[in-house]
């Protein structure tokens, strides 16, 4: 386990509009702002997306599998910021909905806001992280100064130094 330890520091609001791309958008949003490191709530709705909703098989390497979304989608979402190989990095899952057909998958490509998307952007500050590619697992995950390790076997709970 990785970790590190930080506080919070701005926190935004933001509304996305009808026809606008959101993860570009947002994006733009973060690099406009320098967040380095936070997370992302989302509610609203969306015209067009694709999200991945697992692999295709539970193997490692994954080989994505995607949807393609149509139509007005309600949207709930959640996500984070590091900083990446190529600038801000964003990793944002979301649970969309149209009639009794419901979806929860990565958000990716072009995602087009319906009418509106809310946002609440929350800023960490002194948090030592960066999203890089992981070669065993094929996707990029974040990685933090600090390691946890296993409690030694027979001694749950035990207090470490």
């Not at 996707?139 to 933090?144: A, G, K, M, N, T």
């Amino acid at each position: 386990m990785q970790y590190s330890q930080g506080h919070i520091g701005r926190v935004f609001t933001i509304r996305f509009d009808d026809g606008e791309d959101l993860l570009t958008e947002l994006r733009r949003f973060v690099r406009a702002v320098d967040v380095q490191t936070g997370t992302i709530q989302l509610l609203g709705a969306l015209r067009e997306g694709q999200l991945v909703t697992g692999p295709k098989e539970p193997v490692i390497p994954p080989v994505p599998h995607h949807e393609n979304i149509y139509g007005g989608w309600e949207l709930l979402g959640f996500g984070t910021v590091y900083p990446g190989t190529e600038g801000p990095s964003i990793h944002l899952h979301a649970a969309a909905g149209r009639g009794i057909t419901s979806l929860t998958g990565c958000l990716r490509n072009t995602v087009g806001v319906y009418l509106v998307v809310e946002a609440i952007l929350t800023e960490f500050i002194g948090i030592q992280a960066v999203r890089l590619p992981d070669e065993k697992t094929g996707v990029s995950l974040p990685v933090f100064e600090r390691t946890l390790e296993p409690e030694p076997p027979g001694e749950p709970g035990a207090e470490q130094p």
